[in-house]
């Protein structure tokens, strides 16, 4: 099933490690690299020696906190494995890696609590259309027999998961494993190839059963094979393997593989597997809708880096792509500066890039993660770059130091460049800058990054909420501005009419004058001071939902003027609105937020504890086994929502928020953010 002898070469694959948090995606790209050469030795997650997460980030909290390439030669075939972070708060970072891959490797661990995880990658998979096996990683840990974890797994994939191997135990230690597709044993050899054995006695009636089970659901998808099953002929090894393969490209099985990358056990099956079965580049272009193009690459991943500069991680599906070549589909027209490999944190300098392969484009300025580039001008194919999923956590920040804000402008520029599922917003109303992401850790990852790569360090403190403030009832009142000194004097005088409207009503101007006591060229004066007094009303904040009707008023021939009027205007607002018994108003969210059914009475429980009003829960379309919860949330509770989410939901839980209406806030709570509110003013 190899390369014939005398073929051209065939194009690199590209391959993506994905998986739940801690599953071991790291250590398996360390196994592969071990086990193909590109390393000499395997390092440890725990001794800190991994190729990938390399950076002083991912060793200090012991989690993959973005992306990790590596290029590597296997029997004559090229494969570059992108190892995707499992943490839900770094999994965007894998968004567009997904779409330029050939293939994935699910990396889960045979544990019930990484259900619904596991679901959330998969899900992922089967909607891009992307074949992908499930590597059952940590099998020699597993508590419970392979028959019992794969039906454990299935509600996690909408498609058949197929199990190919099962394991030989000897003593409560997993010594190797059968592989029902060549119907061959294999045990496990410390620092080498596992050694080919007979199927043990003891395990032939399983075998049977097991590879039996495998046949019937290969069966489901091939009439020939089922008439021969029928029959009880036993089918040709080479129709398994063509059904294996065909199954897999078309995304109507998962196939289950089994292994420990922490002992290299099940590395050489998962390779065989991937270099035999997984589709080539041509099968990814059609898919994206590239298949025509004669020159295409699509960029997953942007890097900043202390030496090489800027580096855009790109997948190339149409023609060659060299250093100095121009390329279009940023901003603007950019030559390469080098093209290069990565492993792990290091670039390595190479030649041309042709369809297939997975490289680094040397500093395209304008070059942003998702965008497609070409060679040829005006013929740029545009892929689907993915969706952002919407920030669910903020901070607001400043510099520590005030000459550190220009470093600390620019360093967040790239660091949003780098993960655009940060983003970064200027409340210019609350006059602060808001950093936002995924989660708690997502963000102090990034803060962390922002000292190390470009010593900028940041204050954070919790963001401030825009309450409102509106009135309960009208009045009426005169402002009078009267000002002598010498020369032209000041003076207006207005009478307003001021008024409760509906909440959501805004604010309306109005006028009744007659008889010319307020000259109409000074009406606009007039709305102007109301407007500027309604920025911060009686309690310090803005004020809506209010009407204000000029109803009388006089002037001076000589000493009126627009800036009087103005005056005048708001300092009748001043004395008013006092007197129309002020009241606080807070934001209220409209919040979806996703879970798995069985958290849904924990999730309820936190929404009513953060002042939530539960409006409902329903199936979540499309996710068998996960719950929607509508309710409104006070976004002043929003901000530590995601850390009680994620808890109760081992991790996967998120909301949509969106702003629905405000809400006076009296008592207790009212009383602390005015109390907040002179501490700012003091």
Not at 52 to 75: F, I, K, P, Q, W
Not at 252 to 258: A, E, K, N, R, T
Request: proline content about 6%; hydrophobic content about 40%.
């Amino acid at each position: 099933m190899g390369q014939a002898q005398g073929q051209p070469a065939r194009s690199a694959r590209c391959i993506a490690l994905v998986g739940p948090y801690l599953s071991g995606k790291t250590t398996l790209l360390e196994a592969i690299l071990a086990r193909t050469g590109a390393i000499d030795r395997q390092g440890t997650a725990a001794a800190g020696n991994t190729t990938g997460d390399a950076s002083e980030e991912a060793r200090h909290h012991g989690m993959s906190v973005e992306l990790n390439a590596a290029t590597v030669d296997y029997l004559g075939d090229a494969f570059t494995f992108l190892d995707c972070p499992g943490s839900i708060e770094f999994q965007a970072d894998a968004a567009n890696v997904l779409a330029a891959c050939d293939a994935a490797v699910v990396v889960c661990e045979p544990d019930p609590k990484k259900v619904p995880a596991l679901q959330l990658i998969l899900k992922q998979l089967e909607d891009r259309g992307i074949p992908h096996f499930l590597f059952l990683n940590k099998i020699d840990k597993a508590e419970t027999r392979v028959r019992d974890i794969i039906p454990m797994l299935q509600p996690a994939s909408t498609v058949p998961l197929v199990l190919r191997q099962i394991p030989i135990w000897e003593g409560g230690i997993v010594s190797g494993y059968v592989d029902l597709a060549l119907e061959r044993a294999h045990v496990y050899r410390e620092h080498a190839t596992s050694e080919v054995i007979d199927i043990p006695d003891a395990l032939t009636a399983r075998e049977q059963e097991a590879r039996f089970s495998m046949l019937e659901q290969l069966a489901d998808y091939d009439d020939e094979l089922m008439e021969q099953l029928l029959e009880d002929v036993p089918p040709p090894r080479d129709k398994v393997f063509d059904d294996l393969a065909l199954d897999l490209r078309e995304g109507v099985i998962c196939p289950v593989l089994l292994g420990s990358a922490e002992n290299g056990n099940g590395i050489m099956r998962l390779l065989k597997a991937l270099r035999h079965e997984a589709p080539f580049v041509e099968a990814a272009a059609e898919r994206l809708g590239v298949a025509d193009a004669k020159s295409c690459a699509f960029v997953v991943k942007t890097i900043h880096t202390a030496h090489a500069g800027k580096l855009s991680l790109a997948r190339v599906f149409a023609g060659t792509f060299a250093d100095g070549d121009a390329v279009f589909g940023g901003e603007a027209e950019e030559r390469i500066a080098g093209t290069f490999d990565v492993l792990g944190q290091e670039p390595v300098k190479r030649g041309p890039a042709k369809p297939g392969d997975t490289v680094a484009f040397g500093r395209l300025e304008s070059v942003k993660t998702g965008d497609t580039l070409s060679t040829e001008k005006g013929a740029v194919p545009a892929i689907e770059r993915a969706v952002m999923p919407e920030p669910v956590f903020g901070l607001a920040l400043v510099a520590k130091e005030k000459k550190d804000e220009v470093k600390l402008t620019t360093g967040l520029a790239k660091i949003v460049e780098e993960d655009p599922s940060i983003a970064i917003a200027h409340d210019q109303d609350m006059a602060q800058m808001v950093l936002w992401g995924q989660g708690e850790m997502h963000l102090r990852v990034a803060l962390e990054r922002l000292i190390r790569k470009y010593g900028a360090a940041a204050a954070t403190y919790p963001r401030e909420v825009p309450y409102k403030e509106t009135i309960r009832k009208p009045t009426q009142v005169r402002g009078r501005h009267k000002k002598q000194s010498g020369g032209h004097g000041q003076f207006g005088d207005v009478v307003l009419d001021i008024k409760p409207q509906a909440r959501g009503g805004g604010f309306t101007f109005s006028e009744t004058i007659t008889g010319g006591v307020v000259p109409k060229n000074y009406i606009p004066s007039v709305e102007h001071g109301v407007r500027d007094y309604l920025h911060a009303g009686p309690l310090g904040f803005p004020v809506v939902d209010v009407a204000v009707c000029l109803v009388d008023g006089s002037y001076h021939s000589v000493d009126s003027s627009d800036m009087a009027f103005r005056q005048a205007g708001r300092l009748a607002m001043s004395e008013g609105l006092p007197q129309c018994q002020p009241v606080l108003l807070e934001p209220i969210m409209a919040v979806e937020i996703a879970i798995p059914s069985e958290a849904t009475p924990r999730v309820n429980s936190i929404v009513s504890s953060h002042r939530g009003q539960i409006l409902g829960f329903d199936a979540r379309p499309g996710w068998p086994g996960w719950d929607v919860v509508q309710a409104h949330i006070p976004e002043a509770e929003i901000q530590t929502l995601i850390v009680e989410l994620r808890s109760a939901t081992a991790g996967v839980g998120t909301f949509q928020a969106r702003h629905d209406h405000l809400s006076e806030l009296v008592g207790k709570a009212a009383d602390q953010v005015l109390s907040h509110r002179s501490d700012q003013a003091a």
